[in-house]
């Protein structure tokens, strides 16, 4: 079952924040962020690792609530580049899950002057 | 430029057809990733190879098929082609595979008319 994003979609004017959030039913092991533009691959923004361990991009944050099995990525100061398309991949605890990630549905963010 | 080549980048194909799609992972890393993006299905995992041998398996339709050679390069191979089988498909690449980042390739955009 794929994790829920929300909000499906946020418009912000330039310097404005944001916050995604993704929600799973599952057991975490580790939550993935990634940036899509149209018609590119996916770019890796931020990985959080259940025990707390955050790797990733200097000016986006995201926070990993393993009780909750939820996580929220903040943009702050957002720029006219930050616009695209957000989706969290999630990867389960347990044995068999060997890192594949099932993917959100995406929030689609557009940021104008 | 993540490092992930795919070729081809495009490719156009009729129904009923096979076509190969290739991927060479990022130097170092051991576990390839195959993924399906399509509108209506959003970003869907197909299968995982880890040095050489299948790891996990996802969405992957019968007619679909893959393999991970000794250079570590991966192959995908659709057959009998659908019009609903038109997608990106995206390769990623990761080191072992739990609580790493998978980095994405290009992508090969498929049409089948």
């Known amino acids: 079952q794929q994790p829920v994003q929300s909000p499906q979609a946020v418009i912000l004017r330039e310097g404005e924040d944001a916050v995604i959030n993704c929600s799973s039913s599952?057991?975490?092991?580790?939550v993935h962020w990634y940036r899509q533009k149209h018609g590119e691959a996916p770019v890796f923004l931020m990985i959080l690792l259940k025990g707390g361990e955050q790797k990733g991009h200097e000016k986006i944050s995201a926070s990993f609530n393993e009780k909750k099995q939820q996580s929220s990525l903040y943009l702050t100061a957002s720029q006219l580049s930050y616009s695209g398309t957000y989706f969290c991949g999630t990867a389960n605890a347990g044995g068999t899950s060997y890192g594949k990630l099932t993917f959100g549905q995406g929030t689609i963010l557009t940021v104008h002057p | 430029d993540s490092g992930v080549t795919q070729t081809p980048k495009h490719l156009i194909t009729a129904t009923g057809q096979r076509v190969t799609l290739r991927c060479s992972p990022r130097s170092g890393d051991l576990s390839v990733y195959w993924y399906q993006q399509s509108l209506d299905q959003g970003l869907q995992f197909l299968i995982q190879?880890?040095?050489?041998?299948?790891?996990a398996k996802g969405n992957i339709l019968e007619r679909f098929s893959a393999q991970q050679f000794p250079d570590l390069h991966s192959e995908l191979n659709l057959s009998s082609l659908e019009l609903g089988d038109s997608a990106l498909y995206f390769c990623?690449?990761?080191?072992?595979?739990?609580?790493?980042?998978?980095?994405f390739g290009p992508g090969t955009r498929l049409l089948v008319l």
């Open positions: 990623a690449s990761s080191g072992r595979g739990v609580g790493e980042t998978q980095y």
């Open positions: 190879y880890y040095n050489g041998e299948e790891r």
């Open positions: 599952k057991a975490l092991y580790s």
